[in-house]
């Protein structure tokens, strides 16, 4: 599947919504609150004890079916209460008078999440998808940087065997390449320890990406080992993703939605990682925190609502933490915790690879 596959034009959803009054505004969002906890159709007298809401159930009942005839609030079944339609939910998330915070608990875990992690980058934004996962009880996934953004932290060649080297890139991100190096002739480790120093000395807090740096020393078997690196970097561009897309909390999907054949094409897009990335990146580009229904424009997420935050350091967004479940998602406690792991994950960055 390519990346616009199946995409429908998004909706603009800042011209969806015709203003409602402070009445209808209140019904609205006791419906969808009261809907996302349940699951089930709203009915007028649940509404009319709402916070905000504090009239007769005639007089919601006839603000709901103004609402239904928006297109608001949809009827599933005759004599059923309402369910907000994607319209609604929208309505729901742009007027949100508190986005959400995480209770001390969630807090707690997420502090001791980042208190506690001490590996490699990857593994770092691996695991973190567990951690919103656990929070939202939502699949998650974390894009990463580019390992084309991060500079090398070190370089080291080391012997194998008399003519065998094995060539150890360390990046800012916590990347490790390696590459076998097949040799001409037979080379000591004072030769290889000499590679070593003139490689580290043109590359390290260079970008993978830069073009090739390392003048020749003028010693024929250091240069020989030399130029067995630039053939070996040259074969890593292209070797890696360019992004890192770790996706966690899938099998979560099956809780949050009925019907087998939706777990089914939401778990198939999960796994094309292009598919992914484009989404997260189309929903931020396009200035939103929320994509609901077909805002988005995948056709085969129809159902779902996706909830984003950028991953920046010093201002540069170098990656994103999304969030994908049912549109009945629990919006302020999911932009919360896409807001908060995202803004970790950014300091971790910033001062993993020296920036901060």
Known sequence: MTPHADRVPPSDPQAEGRALNSRRAAILEAVVTEYIGTAEPVGSSHVASAPGVQVSSATVRSEMVALERDGYLVQ????????????????????????????PTQHQQVSRFFDQVH?????????????????????????GPSHDTASIRSVQVVGLSPQTALLV?????GAVEKRTLELEAEVGEDTLARAGAALSTHLIGRTRSASWSVPGTGQAEVDRVIASVATAFGLMEGSIDTDQVFVGGPARLAESFDAVETVRSVLGILEQQLVVVTLLRDVLGRGLSVAIGTEHGFEPLASCAVVVAPVSVDGQELGAVGLLGPTRMDYPRALAAAHVVGERLGERLGSHDGRR
């Open 169 to 173: 890139v360390v990046l800012s991100d």
């Open 76 to 103: 599933p079944h005759t004599s059923a209460g309402r369910i907000p339609t994607d319209k609604g939910y929208r309505f729901f998330v742009d007027h949100l008078t508190d986005p959400g915070v995480l209770g």
């Open 119 to 143: 590996f490699e980058m990857e593994t770092m934004l691996e695991r973190a998808t567990g951690l919103l996962s656990e929070l939202t009880s939502y699949a998650a996934v974390v894009v």
